[in-house]
T-cell receptor
Framework: EDQVTQSPEALRLQEGESSSLNCSYTVSGLRGLFWYRQDPGKGPEFLFTLYSAGEEKEKERLKATLTKKESFLHITAPKPEDSATYLCAVQASGGTSYGKLTFGQGTILTVHP | NAGVTQTPKFQVLKTGQSMTLQCAQDMNHEYMSWYRQDPGMGLRLIHYSVGAGITDQGEVPNGYNVSRSTTEDFPLRLLSAAPSQTSVYFC???????????FGSGTRLTVV
């Protein structure tokens, strides 16, 4: 059974204080690992897809990395508008698994000015 | 492009009532799926489809039915609503290969 665990559950940062969010996963053959951002009352918003260990992707102050067991979302010099819940999900390879994502519980990030 | 459209945005049902949550996408995506989001539980997959006429169960399918007669639409039916189905429901779609799923804005359902 595919499993995703995110830590910490909540993270409070001061504006400009860089940090990282962790996503540990077990999956029977990884096809892709996804990062999403979710604002209160809204649907998840796609950020990144990572496919293989060693891959990195960046978008503004966010950088996602992937190893064979975990992924990190690094936030550099965060701003208050980066406050949101960040979700990690995995997609297994093979057959109809392409239609399924398994999500972690998310990390609630709060950035104080 | 509207993306993924879910209706209604809010709904209150009485126990035992039935209803259909609508989901439509205009991106010609093959994959569509339904998730529910509960506090402390994250997003859990209810049902999914890899193309018109093809559906399969996810992690929490009991009490829900789906069908996919067109590429664009993937309705979720609650057969006999129960308080345990109080949740926020999200529909998502992706093209073949699933490089990035697009989510709708959600339906907040309360069963009393």
């Amino acid at each position: 059974e595919d499993q995703v665990t995110q830590s910490p559950e909540a993270l409070r940062l001061q504006e400009g204080e860089s940090s990282s969010l962790n996503c540990s996963y077990t999956v029977s053959g990884l096809r892709g690992l996804f990062w999403y951002r979710q604002d209160p009352g809204k649907g998840p918003e796609f950020l990144f897809t990572l496919y293989s260990a060693g891959e990195e992707k960046e978008k503004e102050r966010l950088k996602a990395t992937l190893t064979k067991k975990e992924s990190f979302l690094h936030i550099t010099a965060p701003k208050p508008e980066d406050s949101a819940t960040y979700l990690c999900a995995v997609q297994a390879s093979g057959g109809t698994s392409y239609g399924k994502l398994t999500f972690g519980q998310g990390t609630i990030l709060t950035v104080h000015p | 492009n509207a993306g993924v459209t879910q209706t209604p945005k809010f709904q209150v049902l009485k126990t035992g009532q039935s209803m259909t949550l609508q989901c439509a996408q205009d991106m010609n995506h093959e994959y569509m799926s339904w998730y529910r989001q509960d506090p402390g539980m994250g997003l859990r997959l209810i049902h999914y489809s890899v193309g018109a006429g093809i559906t399969d169960q996810g992690e929490v399918p009991n009490g829900y039915n789906v069908s996919r007669s067109t590429t664009e639409d993937f309705p979720l039916r609650l057969l006999s609503a129960a308080p345990s189905q109080t949740s926020v429901y999200f529909c998502a779609s992706s093209s073949y290969g699933g490089h990035g799923y697009t989510f709708g804005s959600g339906t907040r359902l309360t069963v009393v």
